[in-house]
Nanobody
Framework: QVQLVESGGGLVQAGDSLRLSCAAS????????MGWFRQAPGKEREFVAA????????SHSNSVKGRFTISRDNAKNTVYLQMNSLKPEDTAVYYC???????????????WGQGTLVTVSS
């Protein structure tokens, strides 16, 4: 199966922007729908965004809609999460995920990266 490695996390101030990247290796990247989940301290993991294998369809959670944008570059085997207007409540470990379809990846993805920490200070 595909292996995922996230990067781009860090410490930013409220209102700043950050772009996360997820590099995939192994199986053919374009076969997979890709997504992002996050887990804040003391909270359960939650769905953030997902994108279909060809980038033609995307889905974003209500909490990030209008501020975050998921995209992918199949030539680079990479999926991105552009995060704008960051808020302290966006502080979390962000995980890149992969699965067969846009529906399954939003529910219970099969493949997970190791996560990257995003901290937003007020």
């Amino acid at each position: 199966q595909v292996q995922l490695v996230e990067s781009g996390g860090g410490l930013v101030q409220a209102g700043d922007s950050l772009r996360l990247s997820c590099a995939a290796s192994g199986r053919t990247f374009s076969n997979y729908a890709m997504g992002w989940f996050r887990q804040a301290p003391g909270k359960e993991r939650e769905f953030v965004a997902a994108i279909s294998w060809n980038g033609g369809s995307t889905s974003h959670s209500n909490s990030v809609k209008g501020r975050f944008t998921i995209s992918r570059d199949n030539a680079k085997n990479t999926v991105y999460l552009q995060m704008n207007s960051l808020k302290p409540e966006d502080t979390a470990v962000y995980y890149c995920t992969a699965d067969s379809t846009l529906i399954t990846i939003a529910r219970s993805p099969k493949v997970w990266g190791q996560g990257t920490l995003v901290t937003v200070s007020s």
